[in-house]
C-alpha cells in the first residue's frame, strides 16, 4: 500500500502562482511513477503531469505545457506540481497518484493504470 497526502491548494487570482506537494509513505518511493490528475465540478477526471520513478523523463496535458512542471525529491518522498500562469480553467480538485508499471504513454490516459490515489486539494483560480 501507498499512502498519498496532498497539499498546497488555495484561491489564486489568473496569472499566479501555486506549488502542490503529495507526500507519500508506504513503499519505495523510487519504484513509482507519480501524476497529477484534475478534475473540475461536473467533468471527469483527467491527466496533467507525470514523472517517471526515475525522475528523468516527464510528460505533460497540452494546457499546462509551458505554464507547469512536475518534479520530485526522494529524500523527501515527495512529488510537486510548480503551477504558474493560473487561469481560470485550471480551477479543479487535483489528486495525486502513484504506479508501480512501466513508465509510458498510456499513463497519460489510463487512469486504471495508476494504483493509489491521495485525497485531493482545490484549486480556484480567479478571473
Known amino acids: 500500500q501507498v499512502q498519498l497526502v496532498e497539499s498546497g491548494g488555495g484561491l489564486v487570482q489568473a496569472g499566479g502562482s501555486l506549488r502542490l506537494s503529495c507526500v507519500a509513505s508506504?513503499?519505495?518511493?523510487?519504484?513509482?511513477?507519480m501524476g497529477w490528475f484534475r478534475q473540475a465540478l461536473g467533468k471527469e477526471r483527467e491527466f496533467v503531469a507525470a514523472?517517471?520513478?526515475?525522475?528523468?523523463?516527464?510528460y505533460y496535458a497540452d494546457s499546462v505545457k509551458g505554464r507547469f512542471t512536475v518534479s520530485r525529491d526522494s529524500a523527501k518522498n515527495t512529488v510537486y506540481l510548480q503551477m504558474s500562469s493560473l487561469k481560470p480553467e485550471d480551477t479543479a480538485v487535483y489528486y495525486c497518484?502513484?504506479?508501480?508499471?512501466?513508465?509510458?504513454?498510456?499513463?497519460?490516459?489510463?487512469?486504471?493504470?495508476?494504483?493509489?490515489w491521495g485525497q485531493g486539494t482545490q484549486v480556484t483560480v480567479s478571473s
Open positions: 497518484g502513484a504506479d508501480p508499471g512501466l513508465w509510458g504513454p498510456p499513463l497519460r490516459t489510463m487512469l486504471a493504470r495508476w494504483n493509489y
Open positions: 508506504g513503499r519505495t518511493f523510487s519504484n513509482y511513477n
Open positions: 514523472i517517471s520513478s526515475s525522475g528523468i523523463t516527464t
